[in-house]
């Protein structure tokens, strides 16, 4: 049983490592403009692709129990790595109060509708040793061809704003020409960041069909908020989004904007040392 004191007008919560989950946002507040936002971006232990499963487990524990005191009706773990390893565990944890939504479920879904015959997957180092693409590919579609390559170039790229740059179209020519990705059809982005690179990645590959995350995600939620009965029906927001970094960098501030359309004001959220901070804290390395 869902825990029903949940009202429908409470924010969602999303989190990623940095700021590939507002291509999430993003397309949530495409589909539902009137729902409200906790974004929690994990800069201080941002790329989690290198890390090991129980320190991104640690995080994603620490970061999901931050959102649901801030009484999110919805766990959204916008974030392939976070969801390959951390999902079953938040699964467990929160799931009988609360939908728990991760990113890699839905992209396979809206894969299932393609008819692909050769797949290719990228994504970080930990979402490709986790296997997690392959095994539910397989499951749902035996009899096509899968393979994964990690680039974990991309995500410093893209949280640096080095977006339709000359040092993401080097590191994308020098990654998608590898031998690996030859003759597939369809390319999986399994990592919420490279939403952001996605037309990049398309003029390189205009044959592939190229699919990320995000709308399918965004669907996927929203189906499982009308189907409990939790969407928020009113006109506008029922309050400000709000959006928490555990580091602050100047980049995502700028970049965000770009991501969302919107200036985001930060806030800074140390969860490891539980206290928060005012911004003009700031060390001046962003
Ligand atoms: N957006 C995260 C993902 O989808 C990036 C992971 C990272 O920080 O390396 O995997």
Not at 86 to 109: M, S
Not at 139 to 145: A, I, N
Not at 198 to 204: A, Y
């Amino acid at each position: 049983m869902l825990r029903s004191d949940i009202p429908p007008d409470a924010p969602i919560g999303v989190f990623d490592s940095g700021m590939g989950g507002l291509t999430v946002v993003r397309a949530i507040k495409e589909r539902m403009p009137s729902e409200r936002i906790i974004y929690f971006g994990d800069t201080a232990h941002l790329p989690y692709g290198d890390k090991s499963a129980e320190a991104i487990r640690h995080y994603a524990q620490t970061i999901a129990a931050f959102l649901v005191d801030k009484g999110v009706k919805a766990l959204v773990i916008a974030c392939n790595t976070a969801s390959a390893v951390a999902y079953p565990l938040l699964h467990e944890r929160y799931a009988q109060q609360l939908p728990v939504v991760n990113v890699i479920h839905p992209l396979v879904e809206s894969l299932r509708r393609q008819n692909p015959h050769k797949v290719g997957i990228i994504g970080t180092k930990l979402t490709i040793k986790s296997g997690i693409y392959p095994k539910l590919i397989r499951q749902y579609l035996p009899d096509v061809e899968v393979v994964s390559m990690a680039t974990p170039l991309l995500v410093p790229i893209i949280e640096e704003g080095y977006i339709h740059h000359r040092i993401s179209d080097v590191v994308l020519h020098e990654y998608l020409q590898n031998p690996t990705l030859q003759g597939i059809d369809t390319l999986l982005l399994a990592c919420t960041h490279y939403a952001v690179i996605r037309d990049e990645i398309q003029t390189l590959l205009p044959h592939v069909r190229v699919l990320d995350s995000a709308v399918p995600t965004a669907e996927y939620l929203e189906e499982i908020l009308r189907e409990r009965n939790m969407l928020y029906g009113g006109d506008t927001p029922s309050g400000e989004d709000e959006y928490y970094v555990s580091d602050y960098t100047r980049t995502f501030e700028r970049m965000s904007r770009y991501f969302l359309g919107q200036t985001i004001a930060l806030r800074l959220m140390d969860l490891w040392r539980n206290e928060s901070l005012p911004f003009e804290a700031d060390t001046g390395c962003g």
